[in-house]
C-alpha cells in the first residue's frame, strides 16, 4: 500500500460530500441521509468505492468498508521493534536513564543492576563517594542500590573502596583491532 492510498482516502474525507455520505453509512443510515441531491450522492458513493471506504451490500444499499482504515494504518505503521527480554525490563524500568524503581523481583532486578554495573570500568577502584554520585545518577536511593550491587557480587567493597567484579563485560575488539 502507498503514500498514495492514503492521501486518497485522507482526501475523500476531507471533502463534504464524500464525508457526508460515509457518516450516514457508518450510522448504519442510508446514504439518502445525507443531506445531497441525488447526483452528488451518487458521485460521493462512486469515489468512496474507489477509495475502498465503501462497498454495495448485496441488498441494493451500501456499507462503509470499515477494514479500509486498518489496512491503511498497517501500511503506514513501521514495524514493531523486537526487544530482548533484558530490554523490555530496561524500557520498564528506565526513563531517561534514570530508574523509575528499584525493581523488587529478582530476575528484573539483575537485569537492572547489570545496567547500572557497566558505569564502572572492570580494574578501576572507586572511592565510595564516586560510586555514590555515580549511582545517584540513575536512583536518589544510590545507598540501597550500592547494597544491591555488592550483594550481588557486581562490585566489591573493601575499606571503602569499590570496583567493579561482576556483571556483563563487553569483549568485542576495539578500534583498529
Do not use: C
Request: aromatic letters at 6%; hydrophobic letters at 40%; zero cysteines.
Amino acid at each position: 500500500m502507498s503514500d498514495e492510498a492514503i492521501r486518497q482516502v485522507l482526501g475523500l474525507l476531507y471533502q463534504d460530500d464524500t464525508l457526508r455520505v460515509l457518516s450516514a453509512l457508518a450510522l448504519e443510515r442510508g446514504p439518502e441521509e445525507s443531506g445531497l441531491d441525488r447526483d452528488a450522492m451518487s458521485l460521493a458513493l462512486n469515489r468512496l468505492e474507489r477509495g475502498g471506504l465503501a462497498v454495495p451490500d448485496g441488498e441494493g444499499g451500501w456499507r462503509v468498508r470499515r477494514e479500509r482504515f486498518r489496512e491503511l494504518l498497517h501500511a503506514s505503521a513501521p514495524p514493531p521493534e523486537v526487544l530482548s527480554p533484558e530490554e523490555k525490563v530496561l524500557r520498564s524500568f528506565l526513563v531517561d536513564g534514570r530508574l523509575r524503581a528499584i525493581p523488587t523481583k529478582r530476575d528484573k532486578q539483575l537485569i537492572v543492576l547489570d545496567y547500572v554495573a557497566q558505569v564502572f570500568e572492570p580494574g578501576v577502584r572507586y572511592p565510595e563517594k564516586a560510586v555514590n554520585v555515580a549511582l545517584r545518577a540513575f536512583h536518589d536511593d544510590y545507598a540501597a542500590l550500592r547494597r544491591y550491587l555488592v550483594d550481588e557480587g557486581m562490585l566489591t567493597r573493601e575499606n571503602n573502596v569499590y570496583w567493579r567484579s561482576g556483571g556483563a563485560v563487553d569483549i568485542s575488539p576495539g578500534p583498529g583491532a
